[in-house]
C-alpha cells in the first residue's frame, strides 16, 4: 500500500516568509509525528498526534511552529516568519501504536532552505 | 539530553567485514529500535526488541539489548555496499508512542 508521503520536496524561502509543510500518512494510522533533522544530526522531535487526543507539542522550538492534523489524517506544519536557523529537512512519520505496531514509518522528508 | 547515544559516531569498514554499533540509554524503557537512514531510501525501521529480550535476528542483522547496562548493539554481518548509511537507535523512555534518538552511527563500507 501506499507509504507516507509529503510535500513539497525542497522548500527555498525568504527569510521572514511563512511557509506550510504537508504530510499523509499510512490510511489508518492513528499517530502521526512531526520531526526535524538538520544536516548530519539525529531527529529532533516536534509534535505528535495520537487519535482525537490534544497534540503533544512540546518540541516545538517556538511559538512561530504550529500543526494541525484535520480529520486525523492529513497534518500541516506551520513555520510563520522563518528564519535561517529553520533551515532543515521536516521529517513526518505515522503509526499504529494502539495496534501493538510501535514502528514509525517515515516519509522522504521536506527540505526547506531558508535564504 | 538525548536518551539514546550510538557510538562510534562513524565506522569504516571493508566490504564483507563485520560491522558493530553500539546505542546507550538513559532510562526504562518499553522496547528498542534499529532505524536506516540512506539518501536512497531515506529513514526506514530495521528491528525492534523488548525490554524482556536480549537478543533478535533479521537476516545478516543481529541486536542484542542489555537493560542492566542500558545498552543495545547492532551487528552487521557480512557488510555490502548498500550497507553504508546511518544507524540511529531509538527508546520509547516517554511513552510507548513517542520515540527518542539518537545523534546516529555514520556507516560506510568500503569496495
Known amino acids: 500500500g501506499a507509504g507516507v508521503s509529503q510535500s513539497p520536496s525542497n522548500k527555498v524561502t525568504e527569510k521572514g516568509k511563512d511557509v506550510e509543510l504537508r504530510c499523509d500518512p499510512i490510511?489508518?494510522?492513528?499517530?502521526l509525528y512531526w520531526y526535524r533533522q538538520s544536516l548530519g544530526q539525529g531527529l529532533e522531535f516536534l509534535i505528535y498526534f495520537q487519535g482525537n487526543s490534544a497534540p503533544d507539542k512540546s518540541g516545538l522550538p517556538s511559538d512561530r511552529f504550529s500543526a494541525e492534523r484535520t480529520g486525523g489524517s492529513v497534518s500541516t506544519l506551520t513555520i510563520q516568519r522563518t528564519q535561517q536557523e529553520d533551515s532543515a529537512v521536516y521529517l513526518c512519520?505515522?503509526?499504529?501504536?494502539?495496534?501493538?505496531?510501535?514502528?514509525?514509518?517515515f516519509g522522504p522528508g521536506t527540505r526547506l532552505t531558508v535564504t | 539530553s538525548q536518551q539514546g547515544e550510538e557510538d562510534p559516531q562513524a565506522l569504516s569498514i571493508q566490504e564483507g567485514e563485520n560491522a558493530t554499533m553500539n546505542c546507550s540509554y538513559k532510562?526504562?524503557?518499553?522496547?528498542l529500535q534499529w532505524y536506516r537512514q540512506n539518501s536512497g531510501r531515506g529513514l526506514v525501521h530495521l528491528i525492534l526488541i523488548r525490554s524482556n529480550e536480549r537478543e533478535k535476528h533479521s537476516g545478516r542483522l543481529r541486536v542484542t539489548l542489555d537493560t542492566s547496562k542500558k545498552s543495545s548493539s547492532l551487528l552487521i554481518t557480512a557488510s555490502r555496499a548498500a550497507d553504508t548509511a546511518s544507524y540511529f537507535c531509538?527508546?520509547?523512555?516517554?511513552?510507548?508512542?513517542?520515540?527518542?534518538w539518537g545523534a546516529g552511527t555514520k556507516l560506510i563500507i568500503k569496495p
Open positions: 531509538a527508546t520509547d523512555a516517554h511513552s510507548n508512542y513517542q520515540l527518542i
Open positions: 512519520a505515522s503509526s499504529s501504536p494502539l495496534a501493538g505496531d510501535y514502528e514509525q514509518y
Open positions: 532510562t526504562s524503557i518499553n522496547n
Open positions: 490510511s489508518g494510522h492513528t499517530a
